[in-house]
Nanobody, 120 residues
Framework: QVQLVESGGGLVQAGGSLRLSCAAS????????MGWYRQAPGKQRELVAL???????NYPDSVKGRFTISRDNAKNTIYLQMNSLKPEDTADYYC??????????????WGRGTQVTVSS
């Protein structure tokens, strides 16, 4: 299977920046989609950034222009650069990968999350 471990969360003042990392391990053959999601207390999990093979990258209006998803293939790591943070960005952030293992089996994996708190 594929394990994902997020890091980089923390407390930051409004207007500040954070970069989240998601390290993947396992017998990954290919990645079809990678994304970041967040869940604030009492709210449903929502998409923050999604890159799908052949379909580009999508961001919701709430983070467009402020957040950027990227990937380092050599390190099997995906990142979420978050700039101009707002208190409403406060949430637990989760990375998600979908792809194929070397065995040909498809996988969908979630990390355990990293907490981001933005103070006003």
């Amino acid at each position: 299977q594929v394990q994902l471990v997020e890091s980089g969360g923390g407390l930051v003042q409004a207007g500040g920046s954070l970069r989240l990392s998601c390290a993947a391990s396992g017998s990954i053959f290919s990645i079809n989609a990678m994304g970041w999601y967040r869940q604030a207390p009492g709210k449903q999990r929502e998409l923050v950034a999604l890159t799908t093979s052949g379909q580009g990258t999508n961001y919701p209006d709430s983070v467009k222009g402020r957040f950027t998803i990227s990937r380092d293939n050599a390190k099997n790591t995906i990142y979420l650069q978050m700039n101009s943070l707002k208190p409403e960005d406060t949430a637990d952030y989760y990375c998600n990968l979908r792809g194929n293992l070397r065995t040909g089996v498809m996988f969908v994996s979630w990390g355990r999350g990293t907490q981001v708190t933005v103070s006003s």
